[in-house]
């Protein structure tokens, strides 16, 4: 059975993004420009990962070579 959707189409896509959408980086990077935000692999400290295929990932901001939190 095939959803159906009454809404505008942007409510639409915005609603159905999967995953998590970059923050935004506007005054984060300390005055450095451009300020983009880039997706990083987060540093995990568990042992015996039950799952191999799963590398989480989050949000930074970076300008340069310099990484913010967002």
């Given at each position: 059975m095939e959803a159906v959707y009454y809404?505008?189409?942007?409510?639409?896509r915005r609603l159905s993004r999967l995953g998590s959408r970059p923050p935004s980086c506007e005054h984060?990077?300390?005055g450095c420009l451009p300020c983009?935000?880039?997706q990083i692999p987060?540093?995990?400290d568990h042992v015996g990962v039950q799952n191999a295929?799963?590398?989480?990932?989050?949000w930074k901001c970076k300008c340069?070579?310099?990484f913010f939190n967002p």
């Open positions: 809404g505008n189409e942007e409510e639409y984060k990077c300390e983009d935000p880039v987060t540093t995990t295929n799963y590398e989480p990932e989050g340069g070579a310099s």
